[in-house]
């Protein structure tokens, strides 16, 4: 009797390779989406942080500390707080066109410069990746809230993503380049 032995036909394989293309190209998305979500989390979470600080600095000496104070305010944490998106040191800065120029074109190479500012009795903290953008109803072009270009409050729509305001048909805004 005589034993056949089979292997793959090119078609098969061709098939295999197929379906494995197909498979990761469905999920790739997915995995980067995920990865991305994560690290926007994990910025979040880093800057609430870094506000729960500032918030306690308040209560101990009564008003919010002066910028060269925050980089200090960050090594009280037991373990030093450092930038998701590149592993960075947290760095601070009150000059906001430095900051809107760091952050044109969605660039997050610098997601470790946080804009903070402070007046009397309150303070603006600024960072990426913003917890919305906003948008212009009459324009229909978006922005990031540090935009010194934005629409009246009545014109105002927010959206949780870059993504979601193109997708609604929303254009970057030729100024703030988000
Ligand atoms: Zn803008």
Redesign the pocket.
């Known amino acids: 009797m005589g034993n056949i032995k089979r292997g793959f036909s090119f078609l098969e394989i061709l098939i295999v390779i197929s379906i494995l293309f197909i498979l990761a190209s469905l999920s790739l998305p997915l995995y980067f989406s995920a990865i991305e979500e994560a690290k926007r989390n994990t910025q979040h979470s880093n800057i609430q942080l870094i506000i729960k600080e500032i918030e306690i600095f308040n209560l101990k000496y009564g008003r919010y500390p002066y910028l060269n104070e925050m980089q200090n305010l960050l090594s009280k944490f037991s373990e030093y707080p450092t930038c998701p998106y590149n592993n960075q040191q947290y760095t601070f800065t009150s000059n906001i066109t430095n900051f809107r120029n760091a952050f044109k074109n969605n660039n997050f190479k610098n997601a470790h410069i946080i804009f903070y500012t402070y007046g009397e009795k309150t303070y603006t903290i600024f960072y990426y990746p913003p917890k919305f953008y906003i948008g212009n109803k009459e324009t229909k072009?978006f922005?990031?809230p540090w935009?010194w270009?934005l629409p009246s409050s009545q014109n105002q729509v927010f959206f949780k993503t870059r993504d979601e305001a193109i997708e609604k048909g929303y254009a970057p805004?030729g100024?703030?380049l988000?």
Request: include cysteine; hydrophobic fraction near 0%; proline fraction near 11%.
């Open positions: 072009k922005h990031y935009c270009t805004c100024n703030c988000p």
